[in-house]
């Protein structure tokens, strides 16, 4: 019966990472007809945020009085851990590879354990000092800096923005652990705040938002514009949002992290299959180092946790790079993996 729920798990995780991965692809098909990040977050966000009212309403279980005193954890979760990495990776794509972008992004799971090595004041252990150098390692091979390639500087920053964004979420999350607001309530809550928050820099211009009609075009594949929309609201969505809270609820934090991990490679190969990127051998052999990086880093935070099996007690390290507890959800990636 274990390994029956446990390979079920895996599947579900898969899913989860898979489907979460076809974000790039459909987004940056939409940028190239014209379209701005801001007006591609805003319709994803506000799709999902749709889509999950009503898990959101069931969670609450009737304890409005919980909005009252989470609002402002709610309004910090919207904006810092939803919103910012959101439009980050999408202007990071609109200048970089799927590939790429994505995995500048996935250094905020460094950033994590640098940060609370800041706080807690202590010395990182060495396979978390292994893996921050790992990952610097592969950063440097996946932006080429000893080769020839010159990669848009400003698609750079965006990414860095967006790894920075992922950061937040997990430190905020796990900040959300110790608090009476369910997970899926800050999740739902937070994409209710960046919806109505992207609408008003919409409206008001500070935001540009340009929408297009044209098709998009995916593997010479023409898509109506609603179509991608549609899935990034959907398929790259809300989905992986549900199957990752299977997922960790059925495998645990630990496996449910490894496994989720495979986002980044699912990535990869969307963008290879949908638009024809692929990054050069050293970029990708860039990517592997920070994956590793990333392995050994949160092997000796899921290391320190085994002693604790209640899912409801997991901080940030517990969760999956998706961005999900057993209850609550990533806004990514809603990634932006990005």
């Given at each position: 019966m274990f390994m029956r729920s446990t390979g079920a798990g895996i599947l579900v995780a898969l899913v989860s990472a898979s489907t979460f991965a076809t974000s790039g692809p459909f987004a940056?098909?939409?940028?190239?007809?014209?379209?701005?990040?801001?007006?591609?977050?805003?319709?994803?966000?506000?799709?999902?945020?749709?889509?999950?009212?009503?898990p959101t309403v069931r969670a609450l279980d009737g304890r409005w009085y919980l909005l009252a005193g989470g609002w402002r954890q709610i309004l910090a979760y919207g904006v810092?851990?939803?919103a910012v990495p959101q439009l980050a990776f999408f202007y990071a794509v609109q200048h970089l590879s799927v590939g790429v972008a994505l995995l500048l992004e996935y250094l905020g799971?460094?950033?994590?354990?640098?940060?609370?090595?800041?706080?807690?004041?202590?010395?990182?252990?060495?396979?978390?000092?292994?893996?921050?150098?790992?990952?610097m390692?592969?950063?440097?091979?996946?932006?080429?800096?000893?080769?020839?390639?010159?990669?848009d500087g400003i698609g750079v920053v965006w990414g860095l923005i967006a790894a920075l964004g992922l950061a937040s979420y997990f430190l905020l999350s796990g900040h959300a652990a110790e608090q009476p607001l369910p997970p899926l309530v800050l999740a739902?809550?937070?994409?209710?705040?960046?919806?109505?928050?992207?609408?008003?820099?919409?409206?008001?211009?500070?935001?540009?938002?340009?929408?297009?009609?044209?098709?998009?075009?995916?593997?010479?594949?023409?898509?109506?514009?609603?179509?991608?929309v549609l899935e990034l609201a959907l398929i790259?969505?809300?989905?992986?949002?549900?199957?990752?809270?299977?997922?960790?609820?059925?495998?645990?934090?630990?496996?449910?992290?490894?496994?989720?991990?495979?986002?980044?490679?699912f990535a990869v190969l969307f963008a290879w299959v949908l638009l024809g990127e692929l990054p050069?051998?050293?970029?990708?052999?860039g990517g592997l180092f920070i994956l590793a990086g990333v392995v050994a880093v949160?092997?000796?935070?899921?290391?320190?946790?085994?002693?604790?099996?209640?899912?409801?007690?997991?901080?940030?390290e517990g969760m999956s790079p998706e961005g999900m507890s057993p209850e609550g959800m990533r806004p990514g990636r809603v990634a932006v993996s990005g």
């Open positions: 940056k098909s939409l940028l190239e007809t014209g379209w701005t990040p801001g007006a591609v977050v805003f319709l994803r966000i506000a799709g999902a945020a749709l889509l999950l009212v009503g810092a851990a939803i799971l460094v950033l994590v354990v640098a940060w609370q090595c800041l706080v807690a004041r202590r010395l990182p252990r060495v396979p978390t000092v292994a893996g921050i150098v790992l990952a390692v592969g950063l440097t091979l996946v932006l080429d800096l000893f080769g020839g390639v010159r990669l739902g809550g937070g994409m209710i705040v960046a919806t109505v928050g992207f609408a008003f820099l919409g409206v008001t211009g500070l935001l540009p938002m340009a929408f297009a009609s044209e098709p998009a075009q995916l593997i010479g594949v023409s898509l109506p514009w609603w179509g991608a790259a969505a809300a989905t992986p949002y549900i199957a990752g809270i299977i997922a960790a609820r059925v495998l645990g934090a630990k496996l449910a992290s490894f496994v989720g991990l495979s986002e980044v490679m050069r051998p050293v970029q990708l052999l949160r092997a000796e935070q899921s290391g320190d946790q085994a002693g604790d099996p209640s899912p409801e007690g997991m901080s940030p």
